[in-house]
C-alpha cells in the first residue's frame, strides 16, 4: 500500500489495514500486540544509559538539544535498531527540538505541526517530519500513537528535484587549479576543495576517510567502503598536513569555505561527476565512485549528455 492510500485510510477510516505492524481501525492507529512484544523485547535487551551527543553544534556555538520528554537512552536504542546511521542518529535528536522548544512532542496535533514546517524551506522541513515520524513510531511502539496518528497527516509541498548541474570543463579546470594551489601551499582549504572536486566526495564524507594509499583514498560511511583514486598533491598533502587539522566537522568546513566566498560546496562534486560522465565513463564506474547506492542518483548527470561522433558514425560527412 503506498503513501497516498495509508494516509486516506487514516482519516477517513473507510476499512481495516495493516502496514508494517500498525493496525488503523476507522481512522484510529493501533499497534499490533505482536510489535509491541517485539519492540519492547529488543529495548529490555540493549543498555538503557547509551548516550550520543549532539551533532557538532556546541563546536559551532550553538545550544544543544533539549531531551525529548520521553526517556532518551530508549529512544536511541530504538533507532540503532532500526538501522539508522551514526549521523542520522544525532541529527534527529537535534531536529526534535524545533518541536519541543514550543511544544509537548507527545500531544503534537496536526496543525502545531504545520504551523512549525511552514516557516521553513521544503528540504529543512522535510527532514524535521522525518525526524519527527521516527519518533512518533517510537511513541507507538510504547502504546502512544497519538503523535503517529497526527503525523502521518501532514504533507510537505515541494518543487520536483532538479537534475543535477552539468558544471562545464573551465569550471572544473579553476576548482582543480585552486585546490593545488593551495595544497602545495600548505593549505587545508585546498585539502578539503580538492577531496571534493578530484575524488568526488561529499562534505560530510571527509571525516569518513580511513586510509591514504600511494593513489587512492578509502572512504567508510553508512555501512559502505569505496576506494577513490586521488592525483599525487593531494595524497601528499593529507600525508603531510595533521588529520586533527583537516579531519573536522562539516559545520566547521562549510563555514570556513563560505568565508572564501564559496556558497555551495556540494557544486565541486557535481563538477567531478559531470566530467566523469563527460569523458566516457559509464553510469557504473560514475555511480561506485561517488557511493551511489541507487544509479537514479547517477544517472541525474548523464541527462544533458549529448552524444559524439554522430555525424561520423553515421557516415553523415
Known amino acids: 500500500m503506498?503513501?497516498?492510500?495509508?494516509f486516506t485510510k487514516i482519516i477517513f477510516g473507510e476499512q481495516?489495514?495493516?502496514?508494517?505492524?500498525?493496525?488503523?481501525?476507522d481512522g484510529e492507529v493501533i499497534l499490533s500486540?505482536?510489535?509491541i512484544e517485539e519492540v519492547h523485547g529488543r529495548i529490555d535487551k540493549e543498555e538503557a544509559n547509551i548516550t550520543v551527543n549532539a551533532p557538532t553544534m556546541e563546536q559551532e556555538g550553538q545550544m544543544e538539544p533539549e531531551e525529548p520528554p520521553s526517556e532518551r537512552g530508549d529512544y536511541e536504542v530504538f533507532l540503532r535498531m532500526s538501522g539508522k546511521a551514526e549521523r542520522t542518529i544525532k541529527e534527529y535528536l537535534y531536529d526534535l527540538k524545533i518541536f519541543s522548544n514550543r511544544f509537548?512532542?507527545?500531544t503534537l496535533s496536526k496543525a502545531q505541526i504545520e504551523s512549525v514546517l511552514s516557516e521553513l524551506k521544503p528540504p529543512t522541513a522535510t527532514r524535521k517530519l522525518s525526524a519527527l515520524r521516527c519518533y512518533a513510531k517510537w511513541l507507538a511502539s510504547q502504546s502512544n500513537t497519538d503523535l503517529l496518528g497526527q503525523v502521518y497527516q501532514v504533507k510537505i509541498n515541494s518543487k520536483p528535484r532538479a537534475s543535477s548541474p552539468v558544471i562545464g570543463s573551465s569550471f572544473f579546470r579553476d576548482i582543480v587549479d585552486l585546490a593545488k594551489s593551495l595544497c602545495i601551499s600548505g593549505d587545508r582549504r585546498g585539502l578539503w576543495i580538492g577531496l571534493m572536486a578530484c575524488c568526488g566526495l561529499k562534505i560530510t564524507e571527509i571525516q569518513c576517510i580511513d586510509y591514504v594509499g600511494r593513489s587512492s583514498i578509502k572512504i567508510s560511511s553508512n555501512g559502505l567502503t569505496r576506494e577513490v583514486?586521488?592525483?599525487n598533491w593531494l595524497i601528499e598533502s593529507l600525508v603531510d598536513i595533521p588529520q586533527e587539522k583537516w579531519k573536522v566537522s562539516r559545520?566547521?568546513?562549510?563555514?570556513?569555505?563560505?568565508?572564501?566566498g564559496i556558497a555551495k560546496p556540494s557544486d565541486y562534486r557535481h563538477?567531478?561527476?559531470?566530467?566523469?560522465i563527460k569523458n566516457d565513463y559509464s553510469i557504473e564506474e560514475v555511480a561506485r565512485t561517488l557511493g551511489h547506492?541507487?544509479?537514479?542518483?547517477?544517472?541525474?548527470?548523464?541527462k544533458n549528455k549529448v552524444p559524439r561522433d554522430i555525424s561520423k558514425k553515421l557516415n553523415m560527412e
Open 33 to 35: 500486540p505482536e510489535m
Open 251 to 260: 559545520e566547521y568546513i562549510w563555514r570556513i569555505l563560505n568565508s572564501l
Open 2 to 6: 503506498g503513501l497516498k492510500q495509508l
Open 104 to 106: 509537548k512532542l507527545d
Open 293 to 302: 547506492k541507487n544509479l537514479a542518483s547517477t544517472r541525474r548527470y548523464d
Open 229 to 231: 583514486p586521488a592525483p
Open 271 to 276: 563538477a567531478y561527476a559531470s566530467q566523469l
Open 16 to 25: 481495516d489495514i495493516i502496514e508494517d505492524g500498525v493496525v488503523i481501525v
